[in-house]
């Protein structure tokens, strides 16, 4: 891949500097059919890479098989909470199902990725800390394969497991090397604490036995208090949802919007389609050219892996390069050259007629209210008819690892990244600039549900490809409806915090 990347960017390269040099309407042209060229190639190649297509990416299905063993402690600690089960009952049948519904998902994912270690080792731990006989020559055997490894400490790690789940102990052994071994590897969460468990447990170090088994009791417990407030705030929010769609369906005009905005009316859009294409071709270039490049470097430089604040200043800088200069793009080829300014070019407005700000926000709210169910809907449907396995947006991966941390700053930087930064390019695109222009020509029904298979297609997330789209739809409607495109960004940005809000309560340390 990276050798086609080079050859494009040579080819990017000669064609704009042919096209600085003649001025020539032609050479423009010329740059244009290079430019989406390159962004169709390289769609095709990324969305068939592997074919991972419609495919969760293994390490998620990895922090999936995580969440079912979260939610199995959980029950075990609610249970013994309430003493609706005896003392002698640890392995109940409950606990159980989630380790082998967790041990399906790791194999599945061990097959998709059959030469990651850190999946293997998982659901070796798995494996043994089930409980069940027939589980036990298959960790071992897994263990072996780490032990096996040329790396250090993969080596160290896949012994360590060994020695404590074959019954051999820590004899020889000092318990702060091997300690070390598994949270050397294994970050903070389920997996950590099993092991760490098993080797307390053999080794005869009660106190730290005691004192794990109670901070896992105690974050079981927080667990089911966090379950039961989201589930609360989602009842709450669904139900305002459904006020506020019947309360659009008794109350929205036959035709929604204003014939202002279509055809030659005063307020459409005085750039073509043309000017579109252009705009959204040159913002795909960029985001492919310098995601591509900035993912190598991060990998190289192994920021990814340098702690969550590190982490999260890298996602936050690879956002802006990639996708602040669609804003630029929208300005420089589409409004400056008709003298609009970009607040009105995408109807930046914090007050439209007698509706202020505060009108246009609790818009935006109801707005992420009605997304709520309409998305679970919308998930629900995608599993049940096309299959799909969930969302394998990579950035998953960085959210989680700042969740596992409780590290303040990456949080509150990731919180902006995704609650501020991505909605005002996003909504700035596809609402503000690619609506309305297709608004222009389409009507809304149409130019609704053409750009949000737009927004979501770009997404390049096939397993989340209908939800995107009906959160795309909702951004599209609360922007017709106000003509503004506050509410939009102000609900694309609670989904997004709120997603990520999930992800801390869940997963957090």
């Given at each position: 891949m990276s050798s086609i990347l080079i050859a494009w960017l040579a080819v990017l390269g000669a064609s704009g500097l042919y096209w600085a040099l003649s001025r020539k309407d032609?050479?423009?042209?010329?740059?244009?059919?290079?430019?989406?060229?390159?962004?169709?190639?390289?769609?095709?190649?990324?969305?068939?890479?592997?074919?991972?297509?419609g495919r969760s990416e293994p390490v998620l299905e990895a922090d999936k098989a995580e969440m079912l063993l979260?939610?199995?402690?959980?029950?075990?600690?609610?249970?013994?909470?309430?003493?609706?089960?005896?003392?002698?009952?640890?392995?109940?049948?409950?606990d159980k199902d989630f380790h082998d519904e967790a041990s399906g998902v790791l194999e599945e994912a061990i097959r998709k990725s059959p030469d990651s270690t850190a999946l293997k080792v998982k659901l070796a731990i798995v494996l043994a800390d089930s409980g069940k006989e027939d589980r036990k020559a298959p960790a071992i055997q897994l263990m072996k394969e780490v032990a096996a490894r040329k790396s250090g400490k993969e080596s160290a790690l896949g012994r360590t497991l060994l020695d404590i789940y074959t019954g051999k102990g820590v004899v020889g052994e000092d318990l702060t090397?091997?300690?070390?071994?598994?949270?050397?590897?294994?970050?903070?969460?389920?997996?950590?604490?099993?092991?760490?468990?098993?080797?307390?447990?053999?080794?005869?170090?009660?106190?730290?036995?005691?004192?794990?088994?109670?901070?896992?009791?105690?974050?079981?417990?927080?667990?089911?208090?966090?379950?039961?407030?989201?589930?609360?705030?989602?009842?709450?929010?669904?139900?305002?949802?459904g006020i506020t769609v019947l309360v659009q369906l008794f109350t929205m005009p036959r035709k929604i919007g204003r014939s202002e905005d279509e055809g030659d009316g005063p307020e459409a859009v005085p750039w073509d389609l043309k000017t579109v294409y252009v705009v959204l071709v040159f913002w795909l270039a960029t985001q492919i050219l310098v995601g591509g490049l900035a993912q190598?470097?991060?990998?190289?430089?192994?920021?990814?892996?340098?702690?969550?604040?590190?982490?999260?200043?890298?996602?936050?800088l690879i956002y802006i390069v990639s996708n602040g200069p669609g804003i630029l793009y929208i300005y420089l080829i589409a409004l400056k050259p008709r003298g609009i300014t970009l607040f009105d070019g995408l109807r930046l407005h914090k007050k439209v007629g007698s509706v202020g700000p505060v009108r246009l926000v609790l818009c935006g709210m109801a707005t992420w209210c009605v997304a709520i169910p309409a998305v679970m809907l919308a998930y629900l449907l995608a599993a049940k008819v096309l299959g799909a396995q969930g969302s394998s947006n990579p950035i998953i991966a960085l959210v989680l690892e700042a969740a596992r941390s409780s590290n303040y700053a990456a949080t509150i930087l990731f919180y902006l990244t995704l609650g501020v930064l991505a909605p005002l390019c996003e909504e700035s695109l596809f609402r503000g600039f690619l609506y309305r222009s297709l608004r222009k020509r389409l009507g809304v029904g149409t130019a609704l549900i053409v750009s949000a298979a737009l927004f979501s297609v770009v997404h390049m997330d096939v397993g989340a490809l209908v939800p995107l789209m009906v959160l795309g739809w909702l951004f599209g409607f609360v922007f017709e409806r106000t003509r503004s495109l506050l509410p939009a960004m102000v609900a694309h940005g609670m989904w997004n915090s709120g997603t990520f809000t999930l992800v801390i309560l869940i997963f957090g340390s």
């Open positions: 032609l050479a423009r042209r010329l740059f244009i059919v290079v430019v989406s060229l390159f962004v169709g190639t390289s769609l095709v190649v990324s969305t068939f890479k592997e074919g991972r297509f979260r939610f199995g402690t959980s029950m075990k600690v609610l249970e013994t909470s309430f003493k609706s089960i005896s003392s002698t009952s640890s392995g109940n049948w409950r090397t091997l300690q070390r071994n598994i949270t050397g590897f294994l970050p903070q969460g389920w997996y950590r604490d099993a092991a760490l468990m098993r080797l307390y447990k053999v080794s005869g170090d009660v106190v730290k036995y005691d004192r794990l088994v109670e901070d896992i009791t105690d974050r079981g417990g927080k667990l089911w208090l966090h379950m039961l407030t989201v589930m609360l705030v989602g009842l709450g929010a669904a139900l305002i949802g190598s470097l991060v990998k190289s430089l192994g920021l990814l892996t340098s702690g969550a604040l590190t982490a999260a200043l890298a996602t936050a």
